[in-house]
């Protein structure tokens, strides 16, 4: 075998799309355990009863049979707990989301490991959505791990958010035609918001020789080749550090093809109807992506009764009231109401917005012309009568009928 690291150095395993039963993957389980991994969060994740936001932005419909995300990590850290929740927003056939998995580092030090499967680019009800989607995902995740790592750091607790799997975000933003590192592709504004969002400068990053390497490879990789229509090269999969008590490091991703020295045999789709045999040598489509994280210093008094009281409360806020704002989409994200958009306050942007009936726009600001006032319409804040930001749209006068944005009065004034 070809491009597998050394197990024995390795303290963490992050998979992706394992959506099957634990016995079809047991050999893994079995020869990673075999190595010390011995801790796992057990059943694929998430489940559709896992959490959820409580106003999804669902596209699709789920496919039969398969009843989880297909995320499992294993670990020689002991697992103190698990977070499976599932996207606010995508169109996969079947649930998906992110798990977080806290592990106990030893000597009072902690590590907070996301493990994701972000939505990948294929046609759905409106086209060319998977990009928006993703950007109500990355809003969600760098919400959570915000959330998180702000309520660990305030209980002075030593701890690294680490942040990995298949990101489906092309560093390269599909312009990328070789298996070579090419930082000067790395131009799209969205694509560098998104990574921004989890505290990581993605061109910064290629051209200290952090990230760059293609992970979607149909030059090197068989299994990517064959499942390829175009000769694009992407950057979808990476290990970030969001957070850390003591260091802010984005340790180098090394990216290999993990493959068979001899082919193997298998069955293949040959299209939605009609399956072919054929031989390959990769064992996944995806390069793997190993990273080093250097493990937090030791801080007096940080303990695991002190991460348990930083962590629970955070998570339950979370799911109680954040998710639903911090999920809420960017502009040019799909949305079906205004209550998909971010306000300001919310956007990881900084951009506030409003749904155009498909897509999040920016608000109207004041003195800008605007249409009829309904709820979504282009002046943002319709029911804001407190923060001193919330707009209408007035016409100037009967003889005058065009129309522009004004602040809200405060509620019981005139």
């Known amino acids: ?81 698990s977070h499976k929740q599932n996207w606010c927003a995508h169109s996969f056939p079947v649930p998906a989301g992110y798990m977080v998995s806290f592990l106990d580092l030893g000597y009072g030090r902690f590590a907070a490991v996301m493990n ?24 969600e995740i760098s919400g959570f791990a915000s959330e998180l790592s702000e309520s660990l750091s305030a209980n002075g607790v030593s701890f690294s958010f680490i942040i990995g799997g298949d990101f489906n975000e092309d560093a390269y933003h599909l312009e990328s035609k070789d298996s070579g590192v090419d930082c000067s592709l790395i131009t799209d504004d969205s694509v560098k918001q998104k990574f921004e969002s989890l505290n990581m400068d993605v061109l910064q990053a290629c051209e200290n020789g952090v990230i760059g390497e293609p992970t979607w490879d149909p030059t090197n990789n068989d299994l990517a080749d064959r499942f390829s229509d175009s000769p694009t090269h992407e950057v979808l999969d990476y290990l970030i550090q969001f957070a850390s008590s003591t260091t802010s490091e984005n340790p ?39 990273a080093s994280f250097t493990i937090p210093d030791t801080i007096p008094g940080s303990t695991f009764a002190k991460a348990k009281q930083a962590a629970i409360p955070s998570i339950k806020n979370w799911n109680q009231v954040e998710v639903d704002n911090a999920a809420c989409g960017q502009i040019d994200a799909v949305c079906w109401t205004d209550a998909n958009c971010c ?52 016409t100037y006068s009967i003889f005058n009928p065009s129309a522009h944005c004004v602040l809200n009065h405060e509620k019981g004034k005139t």
């Open 252 to 290: 180098v991703n090394d990216v290999s093809v993990l493959k068979t020295k001899t082919p193997w045999n298998g069955q293949f789709c040959k299209d939605d109807y009609e399956t072919y045999q054929d031989t390959a040598f990769a064992l996944s489509d995806h390069n793997i992506v190993t």
């Open 343 to 394: 306000t300001v306050d919310y956007s990881w942007t900084g951009q506030g917005g409003q749904c155009d009936g498909i897509y999040c726009d920016r608000c109207s600001l004041v003195t800008e012309s605007c249409g009829i006032q309904i709820e979504g319409s282009e002046c943002c804040g319709y029911y804001d009568y407190t923060s001193g930001s919330g707009t209408h749209c007035e």
């Open 116 to 139: 994701l499967h972000a939505m990948p680019e294929y046609d759905v009800i409106i086209p060319e959505s998977a990009e928006g989607i993703r950007s109500y995902q990355f809003g």
């Open 1 to 81: 075998m070809e491009g597998l690291p050394d197990l024995d150095q390795v303290d963490v395993v992050l998979g992706q799309e394992l959506s099957t039963d634990l016995q079809n993957f047991s050999q893994i389980s079995d020869a990673l355990a075999a190595r010390g991994l011995v801790h796992t969060n057990g059943r694929p994740a998430p489940r559709a009863n896992d959490n959820i936001c409580k106003d999804p932005l669902r596209l699709g419909t789920d496919f039969p049979g398969i009843d989880n995300g297909g995320l499992v990590t294993w670990s020689r850290y002991p697992i103190l707990g």
